[in-house]
């Protein structure tokens, strides 16, 4: 990314429903070792080391952040490039409450604001058009640039989630969630 597109990032970030063409980009990212390692929760070494996905279990994850009827996924644009996706899951209509996720593919648009202008677009979408009272989400303790995400938005810990293996060990995931009323 040029500093030219960095500078103006919050007005041209922009979410769009997330769709099973995307299917290249997915592919991509979820072969990426350095994205999955923040995103991907494997319960204990007994099932194995984290792999990047193959073509198919990419196309598997995408039909599934498109097609879940508790998930609500959306495309994150960076003048007009897909470059993450984001989305709420464990969502049934007139639930409270449910969590959120998001991941930057792109490694070179991390780290300039592109990801809280996307959580923030979410979070308008889940309080209003999805009437939710609460946003969940589950972190590794290690992921301190997305912890500081949720934190600058308003989240607060939750407690931990427990231990799952990740990166060749075992990892604590800490439990966060932000309230409506909480949300700025
Ligand atoms: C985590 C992630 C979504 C954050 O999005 P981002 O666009 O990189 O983050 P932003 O640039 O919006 O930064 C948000 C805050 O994080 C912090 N931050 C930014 N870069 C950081 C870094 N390298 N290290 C630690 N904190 C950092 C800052 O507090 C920043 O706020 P500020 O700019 O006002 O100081 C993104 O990096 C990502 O997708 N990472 C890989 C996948 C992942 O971890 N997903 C979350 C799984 S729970």
Request: glycine share 10%.
């Amino acid at each position: 990314m040029t500093a030219q597109t960095i500078a103006p990032v919050r007005r041209a970030v922009r979410l769009r429903p997330l769709a099973l063409s995307d299917a290249p980009r997915v592919r991509r990212w979820m072969a990426d070792a350095g994205l999955i390692r923040f995103t991907v929760v494997v319960p204990g070494p007994e099932h194995g080391p984290l792999a990047p996905y193959t073509t198919a279990e990419a196309d598997q994850y995408l039909d599934t952040l498109v097609n879940d009827r508790s998930r609500r996924s959306f495309a994150i644009e960076l003048h007009g490039t897909h470059v993450g996706n984001i989305g709420i899951k464990e969502w049934q209509p007139g639930a409270a409450s449910a969590e959120c996720f998001i991941e930057i593919g792109e490694a070179d648009a991390r780290g300039h604001g592109v990801g809280a202008s996307a959580l923030r677009q979410l979070l308008v979408i889940a309080f209003t058009e999805l009437g939710l009272d609460e946003v969940r989400l589950g972190v590794f303790a290690f992921n301190a640039q997305a912890i500081a995400l949720y934190r600058k938005l308003g989240f607060v810990d939750r407690g931990r989630y427990g231990w799952h293996w990740a990166d060749g060990r075992y990892h604590e995931i800490n439990a966060m969630s932000l309230e409506r009323w909480r949300f700025r």
